[in-house]
């Protein structure tokens, strides 16, 4: 392709995207509107055809691609929320997120200087402590699932008590799970008041909604909720815990960011997205950028915005990172585990 | 070089293009020139002559097409002769493993195909990739099924023989399949001219078949430009013509095969509607006006090109596409990251930006994205023109580019009036979340196919075609495959003998004016009853004030009718075009009505039989024997009223495709002169049965038969204006009809008179379907030739109307 030009015969420049962290207002929130949660519609055919047909409309390669897969990376909430966690389980999770990908690829990629490391490390509340330790001297953020996670139904005094224990533990970030029968009741202001109150009991910690989508059956479903956590002050909205049957796909990501364009159109407020769960790929993590990039801009491609849930992501990704320094398919087993 | 720390902080896309290796090692192969493909061979052209075919995104010129010139083109269809009758006598089965053949040779080589037609097109690959060639295979597999199923689910018909077929530029390889799947599953041979632009998938879609062993003749593909085209068009015996193109050519080839005898059937333009009612999901619409009119670069004869939004989500709407088209990338259709590639020519691109600025200058507001073009080659920006009115040149003519015009509108009504209000008719987008809303409007639409929220949808099985000016016929589907067959007995009728041969003559007459040639012949005492033409349900004085004596076998006057004149067909269309209930009233009632006028006739039968006797000197038992069988009929078709019905389809997605029998609307009839109660029932009971309206010319020769009718006609219920009837000069009364922008369709039986051609020609007026004669006389006492299902195929039209569903 010759080189781009505008309509004036100007060769185009590329915007430098903003590099600092928090350059907007976090969302405060609005009252909840149940008039405009009542009117969203969404096609979920329509929906469907658009997210099937992305990955073949967009397509990087070569070194952009290497570029594209570092900034997953740095989007990544590198997650370990199983049952045998253990303080040397997080350990070492936290070594993987200062150096999530190895030094030699690094160098070889030019990006010595850039100082890779994961978006954040994310745990159950109990090993906060541990991951807050093992992150000292980096700037990576500890988030903890809080709320009774995953289920979010242990008695609300008590969530809210978690959240602020793990605040106070040193977790930049929480993850909550909203009650889902609040949604098949029909129970907005409930959800709405649940979700403010847990943003309250963040403080300055920021507040990610976890819709989980698998058990909302209807994409409108999604769409609804994902208003109200919006109106209700989430930093993001978060498509599930990992635990529903179905986890992040492509389709409920897409209708949950046309809602946060929505939200930012009729209000000027800005919300982050995380998909979470099922995506292992590097391939898909590129597919996730992509739909980033073309509904909701550039600007939703920092880590400020945007978020991976993933365990097994990072592995797949340092393969094709190997993969495109030395054009050999690269095994496992040669890069370090979490 | 871009380095990885630069793309990690602008997070631009960068270049990702398929590789042509293959393509190009293809092309070399050939050493960039290729022949014609006739008789399994490739021979050099007539004319020693070749044309370049150039790649329209570089301006490269890739290969060197043969230019086929008349000699060449009688070849092909020599070849095509002398191969049909064995191909159909293979049998479906036979023909179907060929087929099949052909569907996995398609898909075996899925990536050259892809990557050659976007060289030569300038389509991004991923449509050729992911739309056009899935579809190819697709048809192919579909049809497989149609070539093994041929003699259970089309009995009774045989193919059509030569069919000649000419398609466009815009999907070269899938136009290709729809051509030529149906025609040689139904035992047809083919002769097929690419588009002059866009020629190579065709010639590397012929060595497919030498590959899959297809018998020499069966396919043949020819290149060259219009002339090309032309020959093979007007070639004698060619039996079939398939055109897609353009209204303008599809005009010419109309006239060009006026009474010919050949099959027609023509995909052509349109303006097609995209209409977003307020309750539609407007980011869904808006992803789904850029698959309508950035897809394929809007050079898609069903390109949803006129986006008419209801007026309270208007702002919010444009504020949305403008946004979106923003992030649409113009360049290199072989980078897997781009939306919208090239224009298939330069001449293209010029009359685009001509007919936008002529919008521009009629009012409208230009938008074009700022994102960055290629600085060589042939691109268009994806435009948006607001402020448009339905009087401006861009929203009632077919730009054929990336240009969405954009009107809006305050009730269902005045969409469905505005989606209306145009030349065309081929497809319409419906977007709304109301289901009622949605499919109270899709039928409403006058246009063969309308996507309720999807837009662009194709499938083997469910039929495509147009309406009005955009042509007429379908492919895909039974409905695809009847255009390529006729019921076998057809070719077997007799023709009508001359008239001005010995031994021709006819009893009967009918002469203008009151006093016939050889004077005035003796009358008989009863009570004078004046037969005047009935129009809009009341007998109405002929506008010329004339009449018509209509005379016996042995010269006696029987009686007189009205000398029907230009302004009484003129009238007899109005009429019918302000009968508006008939086409939505139930088939159940429409059934009702067709059995009270056999009822009704049957009270009458012995008064039926003397006049038939009387005009036409038949005996008592033919005469009692046509009156019955016109009973039969009428029953028939009450019979059939509400049980020829439509389809519904299961494409490969969550969706159904109904596929609605919809009355064409107004459609004009006139009768030979033999059996003319019979003759004249047999051809007014099917429209009227499928909710039409018929304007009628009966037997010029014995019109009482017809006459007598009327009462029948008044005391069975019959809603005014659905059966309009006009006696008078036959010649001439269907020139009247053949000319009138507002019938619909026309069949023309009995002796030809070369009134076929003459009806042919005058239909491209408003392109309207005909059905004729072509001079062949049917037995109308014979059920199989006289009524059934061939008569409903003719009386309607199908609408495919996809569902997709799901919450």
Request: proline residues 6%; aromatic residues 6%.
């Amino acid at each position: 392709m010759g080189k781009k030009k505008d309509k004036n015969g100007k060769a185009l420049r590329a915007v430098e995207a903003p590099k600092e962290r928090h350059t907007f207002a976090r969302n405060p929130g609005t009252a909840l509107e149940l008039d405009w949660v009542r009117d969203v519609r969404v096609n979920r055919s329509a929906v469907e055809r658009r997210a099937k047909t992305l990955p073949g409309r967009r397509s990087v390669k070569k070194q952009w691609q290497a570029a594209w897969l570092v900034r997953a990376v740095q989007c990544m909430d590198l997650t370990t929320l199983s049952g045998d966690d253990t303080p040397g389980r997080v350990q070492r999770l936290c070594a993987k997120a200062r150096q999530p990908v190895s030094p030699s690829l690094i160098a070889a990629l030019g990006l010595g200087h850039v100082g890779l490391t994961t978006g954040a490390v994310c745990v159950y509340h109990e090993m906060v402590p541990t991951a807050v330790a093992a992150l000292q001297g980096t700037d990576i953020p500890v988030a903890a699932v809080s709320t009774g996670f995953p289920h979010g139904l242990s008695p609300l005094k008590q969530r809210l008590k978690e959240i602020e224990a793990s605040v106070a533990a040193g977790a930049k970030e929480i993850d909550i799970v909203i009650t889902r029968a609040h949604l098949f009741t029909g129970n907005w202001q409930a959800m709405y008041d649940e979700m403010k109150a847990y943003r309250e009991a963040c403080g300055d910690a920021h507040v990610k909604a976890i819709l989980a989508t698998g058990d909302l059956n209807t994409l409108r479903n999604v769409a609804k909720a994902s208003l109200v956590c919006m109106m209700a002050g989430a930093d993001f909205i978060k498509t599930s815990t990992g635990k529903e049957s179905v986890n992040a796909t492509l389709p409920v990501s897409l209708v949950m960011v046309r809602m946060i364009r929505a939200y930012q159109e009729r209000t000027g407020h800005i919300v982050g997205f995380k998909p979470a769960g099922g995506i292992s790929s590097a391939k898909l993590a590129l597919t996730y950028l992509a739909l980033m990039k073309d509904e909701l801009g550039d600007r939703w491609l920092q880590p400020d915005l945007f978020r991976f849930g993933a365990s097994s992501l990072l592995g797949d990704i340092e393969r094709q990172l190997e993969h495109f320094i030395t054009g050999r398919y690269a095994a496992g087993y040669r890069h370090p585990m979490a | 070089m871009t380095n990885v720390a630069d793309i990690l902080e602008t997070m631009e896309y960068g270049p990702a293009p398929e590789g042509d290796g293959p393509a190009r090692a293809w092309l070399d192969a050939h050493e960039g020139r290729f022949g014609l493909y006739i008789g399994g061979r490739w021979v050099d052209p007539d004319t020693g002559k070749y044309f370049a075919a150039e790649n329209p995104s570089s301006g490269e010129t890739i290969a060197q097409l043969a230019q086929a010139g008349s000699r060449s083109i009688d070849d092909a269809v020599k070849a095509a002769r002398a191969a049909q009758p064995a191909w159909a006598g293979l049998g479906g089965p036979g023909r179907a493993r060929y087929l099949y053949a052909l569907a996995r040779l398609v898909q075996r080589h899925s990536r050259l195909l892809s990557v050659v037609e976007t060289m030569d097109n300038g389509k991004p690959i991923r449509e050729t990739r992911d739309i056009d060639v899935p579809l190819v295979a697709r048809h192919f597999y579909h049809h497989a099924g149609w070539a093994q199923l041929f003699d259970q689910e089309l009995p009774g018909m045989a193919p059509v023989g030569v069919v000649g077929q000419v398609i466009p530029w815009n999907f070269p390889l899938l136009m290709l399949a729809w051509k030529i799947a149906p025609a040689i599953a139904a035992g047809n041979a083919v002769v097929l001219k690419p588009a002059e632009f866009t020629s190579l998938s065709a010639l590397l879609f012929a060595e497919l078949c030498q590959k899959a062993g297809l018998p020499p003749g069966v396919v043949n593909i020819v290149t060259g430009d219009g002339s090309t085209g032309a020959a093979l068009v007007e070639h004698e015996d060619v039996d079939k013509v398939a055109f897609t193109g353009s209204t303008e050519v599809g005009k010419i080839i109309r006239k060009a095969t006026a009474g010919s005898g050949k099959h027609l059937t023509l995909e052509l333009g349109g303006k097609s509607p995209f209409i977003v009612f307020a309750d539609a999901d407007l980011d869904s619409a808006v992803e789904g006006v850029v698959d309508a009119i950035w897809f394929n670069q809007g050079q898609v004869c069903c390109a949803g090109s006129r986006l008419l939004v209801q007026e309270e989500i208007a702002e919010a709407m444009i504020a949305k596409l403008k946004a979106r088209m923003n992030n649409l990338r113009v360049g290199n259709p072989l980078d897997k990251c781009v939306d919208v590639g090239a224009i298939v020519a330069p001449v293209q691109v010029e009359r685009i930006d001509e007919l936008v600025q002529q919008g521009v200058k009629e009012g409208a507001t230009l938008h074009q994205p700022q994102s960055a073009m290629p600085d060589k080659g042939c691109f268009y920006p994806p435009t948006l023109l607001t402020g448009v009115q339905p009087a401006s040149t861009v929203a009632q003519e077919e730009i054929f580019g990336p240009v969405l015009v954009a009107m809006t509108f305050r009730t269902p009504d005045e969409a469905v009036a505005l989606a209306n209000n145009t030349k065309y008719g081929l497809a319409a987008s419906v977007w709304s979340e109301s289901i009622n809303q949605a499919l109270d409007v899709a039928p409403r639409i006058r246009a063969g196919v309308v996507w309720v929220n999807s837009t662009n949808m194709f499938d083997a099985a469910c039929g495509f075609g147009g309406y009005r000016e955009s042509g007429f016929g379908r492919e895909g589907g039974i409905e695809g495959m009847h255009a390529y067959c006729e019921p076998a007995f057809v070719g077997q009728l007799p023709k009508y003998p001359d008239p001005e041969q010995p031994g021709a003559e006819q009893p009967g007459a009918s002469y203008p004016g009151a006093v016939p040639p050889g004077g005035l012949p003796e009358t008989g005492g009863g009570l004078d009853r004046t037969a005047k033409q009935y129009i809009g349900g009341k007998q109405a004085r002929p506008d010329g004030g004339y009449s018509r004596s209509v005379l016996g076998p042995d010269g006696a006057l029987v009686g007189e009718v009205a000398e029907g004149n230009r302004k009484d067909i003129r009238n007899a269309v109005e009429a019918a075009r302000k009968q508006t209930s008939w086409p939505s009233a139930t088939a159940h009632n429409r059934a009702q009505v067709l059995y009270y006028i056999a009822e009704n006739l049957e009270a009458r039968a012995q008064e039926f039989a003397g006049r038939i006797r009387a005009m036409t000197g038949a005996s008592e038992d033919e005469a009692a024997a046509e009156v019955a069988a016109s009973v039969r009929r009428l029953f028939s078709y009450g019979a059939w009223a509400d049980k020829y019905e439509g389809r519904v389809h299961s494409p490969p997605l969550r969706n159904v495709t109904l596929a609605m029998h919809e009355p064409i609307g107004i459609v004009g009839v006139v009768c030979p002169d033999e059996r003319p109660l019979l003759s004249f029932l047999s051809l007014v009971a099917p429209p009227i049965a499928m909710g039409n309206r018929v304007v009628v010319v009966p037997s010029e020769r014995h019109p009482l038969a017809a006459t007598d009718l009327y009462q029948v006609l008044d005391t069975s219920d019959l809603p005014g204006g659905v059966l309009n009837i006009v006696t008078g000069e036959r010649a001439g009364l269907t020139k009247v009809l053949a000319g009138h922008d507002q019938v619909d369709a026309l069949w023309y039986m009995g002796p030809d008179e070369a009134g076929s051609r003459t009806v042919q020609e005058l239909s491209v007026g408003n392109m309207k379907r005909t059905w004729v004669a072509d001079g062949r006389r049917r037995d109308w006492m014979n059920t199989q030739q006289g009524e059934g299902r061939e008569f409903l195929r003719e009386a309607v039209q199908v609408k495919n109307i996809w569902v997709p569903y799901g919450e």
